[in-house]
């Protein structure tokens, strides 16, 4: 069992940065795959980023591709996305996951366990 906390959300202006951060609980983090997906009102969840058990291969959908990057801490069992040149559209929920795998996966029905979300607003 995991569960996922998401921190770091917040206003910003287009152009700017964000951090988010997903603290997990439990023994082992190491065994999971994390994604990070994101839901605008009105739209699907989808796909944002993911990383494999040990961080050395990630993959990026092509809206954030280059201007987000996703990284984790094993020791700390954290999952981060460091969100770059933010633009309106990038305005949303943003939901920490993970999946009982260690590869990556950039399906939302592969992940196992989800956090709350916070959310993210990138005015014009």
């Known amino acids: 069992q995991v569960q996922l906390v998401e921190s770091g959300g917040g206003l910003v202006q287009a152009g700017g940065s964000l951090r988010l951060s997903c603290a997990a609980s439990?023994?082992?983090?190491?065994?999971?795959?994390m994604g990070w997906f994101r839901q605008a009102p009105g739209k699907e969840r989808e796909f944002v980023a993911a990383?494999?058990?040990?961080?050395?291969?990630?993959y990026y959908s092509d809206s954030v591709k280059g201007r987000f990057t996703i990284s984790r801490d094993n020791a700390k069992k954290t999952v981060y996305l460091q969100m770059n040149s933010l633009k309106p559209e990038d305005t949303a929920v943003y939901y920490c996951?993970?999946?009982?795998?260690?590869?990556?996966?950039?399906?939302?029905?592969?992940?196992?366990?989800w956090g709350q979300g916070t959310q993210v607003t990138v005015s014009s």
């Open positions: 996951a993970a999946r009982s795998a260690r590869s990556i996966a950039d399906s939302k029905y592969t992940y196992d366990y």
């Open positions: 439990g023994r082992t983090f190491s065994s999971y795959a």
């Open positions: 990383i494999n058990w040990s961080g050395g291969s990630t």
